[in-house]
C-alpha cells in the first residue's frame, strides 16, 4: 500500500531562521512527487513537482529536493508569510494522489 | 472566473437537513474530485469522476451523493449527516491520463458543520 508520511508535525521558527520539512514515501514506482501550501480555510495550492532522484526544484525562499526515499522542502530566511500548512503527495496505481498528513509551519516576526 | 470555485464557503446543517455543494471548474479538465479534510488527518479522497463517470468510491457512506452533470461541475448532495462528518470538503479538478506536471488544481473549499 502505497504511503506517505511527514516531519515535524508542527514547526515553528523565527524569521529568518532556517530550516527543512521532510516527505517520505513508500510507493511502487515513483511518478512524481508533489509538494502544495494550504493557507487556514484555503485549498492546497500547487508548488513543485520533484520526479527524480537528485532532481531540485526553487521558487523564492523554498527549494525541494527528492532522494530515493524522501523529499525535503528547504525554507531558506522564512518570513512569516510563509506560515502555512505544507503538504506533499504522490500518485498512486490509479492515478489518485495519496496525500502526507502535512506539517504546520509558523514563522514568528 | 478562472481556476476552481465552490459554494458555499460555509455551511451549517442540522442532522435531518438536505444541502448540496456545488464545484465548478473553468480549466477545461477532464476529470474532478471530492476530498474530505478533518483536523489532523490526511486529505481523504472520496469521489472520481473522469469524463463524467464516476471511477472511483473510496467506501464512502450513502448519506453523500455525487453529481457530475459535465464535465466542469461536481455536486456532492448531503443528507442526514452525522456530526463527525464536520470538516472542509475540497473539491479538485485535474487533466487525465496522468496528473501533468502541476497535478490537481483545489479550490478553496466548503467549510461544514454538522450540529
Known amino acids: 500500500e502505497d504511503q506517505v508520511t511527514q516531519s515535524p508535525e508542527a514547526l515553528r521558527l523565527q524569521e529568518g531562521e532556517s530550516s527543512s520539512l521532510n516527505c517520505s514515501y513508500t510507493?511502487?514506482?515513483?511518478?512524481?512527487l508533489f509538494w502544495y501550501r494550504q493557507d487556514p480555510g484555503k485549498g492546497p495550492e500547487f508548488l513543485f513537482t520533484?520526479?527524480?532522484a537528485g532532481e531540485e526544484k526553487e521558487k523564492e525562499r523554498l527549494k525541494a529536493t527528492l532522494t530515493k526515499k524522501e523529499s525535503f522542502l528547504h525554507i531558506t530566511a522564512p518570513k512569516p508569510e510563509d506560515s502555512a500548512t505544507y503538504l506533499c503527495a504522490v500518485p498512486d496505481y490509479g492515478q489518485n494522489f495519496v496525500f502526507g498528513p502535512g506539517t504546520r509551519l509558523s514563522v514568528l516576526p | 472566473e478562472t481556476g476552481v470555485t465552490q459554494t458555499p464557503r460555509h455551511l451549517v446543517m442540522g442532522m435531518t437537513n438536505k444541502k448540496s455543494l456545488k464545484c465548478e471548474q473553468h480549466?477545461?479538465?477532464?476529470?474532478m474530485y471530492w476530498y474530505k479534510q478533518s483536523a489532523k488527518k490526511p486529505l481523504e479522497l472520496m469521489f472520481v469522476y473522469s469524463l463524467e463517470e464516476r471511477v472511483e468510491n473510496n467506501s464512502v457512506p450513502s448519506r453523500f451523493s455525487p453529481e457530475c452533470p459535465n464535465s466542469s461541475h461536481l455536486f456532492l448532495h448531503l443528507h442526514t449527516l452525522q456530526p463527525e462528518d464536520s470538516a472542509l470538503y475540497l473539491c479538485?479538478?485535474?487533466?487525465?491520463?496522468?496528473?501533468?506536471?502541476?497535478?490537481?488544481?483545489f479550490g478553496s473549499g466548503t467549510r461544514l458543520t454538522v450540529v
Open positions: 480549466l477545461g479538465h477532464n476529470a
Open positions: 510507493v511502487s514506482g515513483l511518478r512524481g
Open positions: 479538485a479538478s485535474s487533466q487525465l491520463p496522468g496528473q501533468g506536471s502541476s497535478g490537481y488544481t
Open positions: 520533484l520526479y527524480s
